[in-house]
């Protein structure tokens, strides 16, 4: 884990702090609270990016996709789903989400479509 904090201007992290991390050059990852059927509740302090690219991706998930995304995420059941689901893809964007079967925390990761 790396101890700089987490900023456009720094986005010098190997791997994301928080979420699913699957390599991609500009991501964002969060690990959120998954209340099943519910909703998914998103923390600032555990969320992380990377990547030269990252204002682009993240004016992008902002746009409606993450509103999206955590929609869909709400219905992953937290004791059972342990794959990973493509929660949106679609305006230039890729979000991911898997329960992990953690009963109750939902991580996703997210990366610009033309970068896949």
């Not at 995304?69 to 989400?97: F, N, Q, S, W």
Request: charged share 30%.
């Amino acid at each position: 884990m790396t101890t700089e904090p987490i900023t456009e201007e720094a986005p010098k992290q190997k791997r994301l702090t928080f979420g699913l991390d699957r390599g991609h050059p500009t991501a964002w990852g969060a690990r959120g609270i998954l209340r099943y059927q519910t909703t998914v509740e998103l923390l600032w302090d555990r969320q992380g990016n990377r990547g030269p690219r990252f204002k682009e991706l993240a004016e992008k998930l902002n746009d409606g996709p993450l509103k999206a995304a955590l929609e869909a995420g709400k219905d992953l059941h937290p004791h059972e789903d342990t794959g990973d689901v493509e929660l949106y893809r679609g305006d230039g964007v890729v979000i991911i989400g898997n329960p992990n079967a953690s009963c109750g925390y939902l991580y996703m990761g997210a990366w610009l479509e033309d970068e896949e």
